[in-house]
T-cell receptor, first 110, second 113 residues
């Protein structure tokens, strides 16, 4: 997998936007960026993925820089239930798997 | 309701006693996968299956077997469990392979003494 770098932890206040960065400077031209999250010890949950354009769904927005070397996951109005570990993943072209790194532990404060 | 189910959710067993963890999905997904999660090591893929009768090794396949006789089921078999297989296990499925949205099961916490 293309290597991704995420801060180990972040926090934000409830109701504010949470912006989670990810660096993926070795990404190839046609690989997507995926975001998952894991709440406590539950199964990971898919959030969003994108290639080059910004993406938005009911959970979050994904902003990918023009050079595609980094991206930001935005939770527009974080709630306490958004406290989780967030994983940014970029699979390699020939890979049939996703490799979950250490992720960012997001703490949403009341 | 679309879901991935795993059974059992919790299991304590002894070294060498064969066990099977079942995984079933009701979404007609072709791709299924098993992961294990250990503190400090993140999620690591054990085996995956692109379709019925097609399985392949992930990153940590040693000590595990799988089978895919039906599209909906993907059991994980530990023929002779050892304490180093104590872990939290997740099954996942996807319509478009690993690059599609993967749905994860609730997890099986296995302890081997």
């Amino acid at each position: 997998d293309a290597k991704t770098t995420q801060p180990p932890s972040m926090d934000c206040a409830e109701g504010r936007a949470a912006n989670l960065p990810c660096n993926h400077s070795t990404i190839s031209g046609n690989e997507y960026v995926y975001w998952y999250r894991q709440i406590h010890s539950q199964g990971p949950q898919y959030i969003i993925h994108g290639l080059k354009n910004n993406e938005t769904n009911e959970m979050a927005s994904l902003i990918i820089t023009e050079d595609r070397k980094s991206s930001t996951l935005i939770l527009p109005h974080a709630t306490l239930r958004d406290t989780a570990v967030y994983y940014c993943i970029v699979p390699m072209d020939s890979s049939y798997k996703l490799i979950f790194g250490s992720g960012t532990r997001l703490l949403v404060r009341p | 309701e679309a879901q991935v189910t795993q059974n059992p959710r919790y299991l304590i067993t002894v070294t060498g006693k064969k066990l099977t963890v079942t995984c079933s999905q009701n979404m007609n997904h072709e791709y299924m996968s098993w992961y294990r999660q250990d503190p400090g090591l993140g999620l690591r893929q054990i085996y995956y299956s692109m379709n019925v009768e097609v399985t392949d090794k992930g990153d940590v396949p040693e000590g595990y077997k799988v089978s895919r006789k039906e599209k909906r089921n993907f059991p994980l078999i530990l023929e002779s469990p050892s304490p180093n297989q104590t872990s939290l296990y997740f099954c996942a499925s996807s319509y478009q392979g690993p690059r599609g949205e993967q749905y994860f099961g609730p997890g099986t916490r296995l302890t081997v003494t």
